[in-house]
């Protein structure tokens, strides 16, 4: 069975702060993608990283996979409240008839103003 | 409009209920997906399917069945409703095209069983 683990699971920071969430794996994977969840709503797919050392930005949110496609990191630049909410990690592997995602637990990001 | 839709978005039931939770989707994806969410567990596959004569338990399929009736639509029925089965329920979609496997979801059902 693959594992996602997410830490931490719950970080609460400043309006303005970076921070960074770790997703680890024992496992390889094709590919990595993170997912945004907000109170009331379902999870919405942020980025999917390939290739092992890829770097992906979207504004002030920085993906980066693993060279050996085990792990992913999201860097977020000078928070704001809008970032809110729970951050998830799936893993995917394709091949066969297998396409199933594998989840993490979430990191539940507060950013308070 | 919202590509994927859930209904009920919430409901309040009492154990032995059957209660079903309906999911349409205009993506016009293959793929159909139910998951649970509780707090500290995250999201666990209950029953997914690949078109609409294919039907795949996930992990915790116990107490659960499905029928996708259409390639648009995937409801999730608990035939006899027990408290533990309290959670945000969601349906996700995912597209043939495109080798990731991404997946599209609703805005949940929240279930209470008391």
């Known amino acids: 069975t693959q594992l996602l683990e997410q830490s931490p699971q719950f970080l609460s920071i400043q309006e303005g702060e970076n921070l960074t969430v770790y997703c680890n794996s024992s496992s390889v994977f094709s590919s990595l993608q993170w997912y945004r969840q907000e109170p009331g709503e379902g999870p919405v797919l942020l980025v999917t990283v390939v290739t092992g050392g890829e770097v992906k930005k979207l504004k002030r949110l920085t993906f980066q996979f693993g060279d050996a496609r085990k792990d992913s990191s999201l860097h977020i630049t000078a928070a704001q409240t809008g970032d809110t909410g729970l951050y998830l990690c799936?893993?995917?592997?394709?091949?066969?008839?297998?396409?199933?995602?594998?989840f993490g637990k979430g990191t539940l990001l507060t950013v308070n103003p | 409009d919202a590509d994927v839709t859930q209904t009920p978005r919430n409901r309040i039931t009492k154990t032995g209920k059957r209660i079903m939770l309906e999911c349409s989707q205009t993506k016009g994806h293959d793929r159909m997906y139910w998951y649970r969410q509780d707090p500290g567990l995250g999201l666990r596959l209950i029953y997914y399917s690949f078109d609409v004569k294919d039907i795949n338990k996930g992990e915790i399929s116990d107490g659960y069945s499905v029928s996708r009736q259409a390639q648009a639509k995937f409801s999730l029925s608990l035939e006899s409703a027990i408290p533990n089965q309290t959670a945000l329920y969601f349906c996700?979609?995912?597209?043939?095209?495109?080798?990731?496997?991404?997946?599209?979801f609703g805005p949940g059902t929240r279930l209470t069983v008391l």
């Open positions: 799936a893993g995917f592997n394709s091949g066969g008839s297998n396409y199933k995602l594998t």
């Open positions: 996700a979609t995912s597209g043939r095209q495109g080798s990731y496997n991404e997946q599209f």
